[in-house]
T-cell receptor
Framework: EAGVAQSPRYKIIEKRQSVAFWCNPI?????LYWYQQILGQGPKLLIQ????????DSQLPKDRFSAERLKGVDSTLKIQPAKLEDSAVYLC?????????????FGPGTRLTVL | QKEVEQNSGPLSVPEGAIASLNCTYS??????FFWYRQYSGKSPELIMS????GDKEDGRFTAQLNKASQYVSLLIRDSQPSDSATYLC?????????????FGKGTKLSVKP
């Protein structure tokens, strides 16, 4: 079974530029998550989708971050404009559902550096 | 979001010893807990999940959950240098945050040959 796919793996941009990340979840997984992991911290949820609907985006900085999952499969996360503090690893994860026994599996992540 | 607390370490143990990693949480409603291992530069990898009070064993790993005391721990028996990594404790959100994981900062484990 293929895992969660993400691209690109690395991205370097200057502040105020825009960037987009792509994620393809494990086949059949209805729930997709985007997490931000700053160096030395645990991952922090940015947004959670159930199929193509948003379940939780309470921690998404909506003035600069946006995400979509239009067909309920793959997803994109965009930052526009980027700030220095956005430098982090952006992790996509997926699970079958949101029940307590549904385990989340992470993709390899995209390491973003904002200069 | 209620916090998940972990000692950041580093925790250093000799090869073959038992490594004990601890985690406390402040939300009594949480029902599901997870341990992830994260090698440097890699993404988190699920190693254990636990939902009921008591112990759950899987190979060299044992997870322990005590809901009354609000702590969860991970024991690694016969520690190997390949176990050297950061271990992330996470609880599953409840209510409006159902499904997403709330992580601690992680404990860095170093197993010395």
């Amino acid at each position: 079974e293929a895992g969660v796919a993400q691209s690109p793996r690395y991205k370097i941009i200057e502040k105020r530029q825009s960037v987009a990340f792509w994620c393809n979840p494990i086949s059949g997984h209805a729930t997709l998550y985007w997490y931000q992991q700053i160096l030395g911290q645990g991952p922090k949820l940015l947004i959670q989708f159930q199929n193509n609907g948003v379940v939780d985006d309470s921690q998404l900085p909506k003035d600069r971050f946006s995400a979509e999952r239009l067909k309920g499969v793959d997803s994109t996360l965009k930052i526009q404009p980027a700030k220095l503090e956005d430098s982090a690893v952006y992790l996509c994860a997926s699970s079958l559902g949101t029940g307590r026994n549904n385990e989340q599996f992470f993709g390899p992540g995209t390491r973003l550096t904002v200069l | 979001q209620k916090e998940v607390e972990q000692n950041s370490g580093p925790l250093s143990v000799p090869e073959g010893a038992i490594a004990s990693l601890n985690c406390t949480y402040s939300d009594r409603v949480s029902q599901s807990f997870f341990w992830y291992r994260q090698y440097s530069g890699k993404s988190p990898e699920l190693i254990m999940s636990i939902y009921s009070n008591g112990d759950k064993e899987d190979g060299r790993f044992t997870a322990q959950l005590n809901k009354a005391s609000q702590y969860v721990s991970l024991l690694i028996r016969d520690s190997q240098p390949s176990d050297s990594a950061t271990y992330l404790c996470a609880r599953k959100g409840v209510g409006g945050s159902q499904g997403n994981l709330i992580f601690g900062k992680g404990t860095k484990l170093s197993v010395k040959p």
